[in-house]
């Protein structure tokens, strides 16, 4: 088992920042590919970003590559999303998923609570 928890969600104006973490307990933290998935009003899941067990590979969704990166710290068992130039479309709901490696939602076995981002003015 692998207990994930978000934090760093907020309201932002266009053109700013935030940074997503995810803290994992439970099961090996560094064994594990962890993912960012986002779900915007109205909308499905999908996938932002993923990262390998030892951040030796790392993907991105064309509609955030250049303004998200995702890294992880396995000493402190936690994954992180920093966004950058964020635009009012990256409004949603954000979750951190651990599992195998991949890009879909079935590659990913654990998932977090989720956290709200708002990009507005």
């Known amino acids: 088992q692998v207990q994930l928890v978000e934090s760093g969600g907020g309201l932002v104006q266009p053109g700013g920042s935030l940074r997503l973490s995810c803290a994992a307990s439970?099961?090996?933290?560094?064994?594990?590919?962890m993912g960012w998935f986002r779900q915007g009003p109205g909308k499905e899941r999908e996938f932002v970003a993923a990262?390998?067990?030892?951040?030796?590979?790392?993907f991105y969704a064309d509609s955030v590559k250049g303004r998200f990166t995702i890294s992880r710290d396995n000493a402190k068992n936690t994954v992180y999303l920093q966004m950058n130039s964020l635009k009012p479309e990256d409004t949603a709901v954000y979750y951190c998923?651990?599992?195998?490696?991949?890009?879909?939602?079935?590659?990913?076995?654990?998932w977090g609570q989720g956290t709200q981002v708002t990009v507005s003015s």
């Open positions: 990262i390998s067990w030892n951040g030796g590979t790392i």
């Open positions: 439970g099961r090996a933290f560094s064994s594990v590919a």
């Open positions: 998923a651990a599992g195998d490696w991949g890009r879909t939602l079935y590659d990913y076995h654990y």
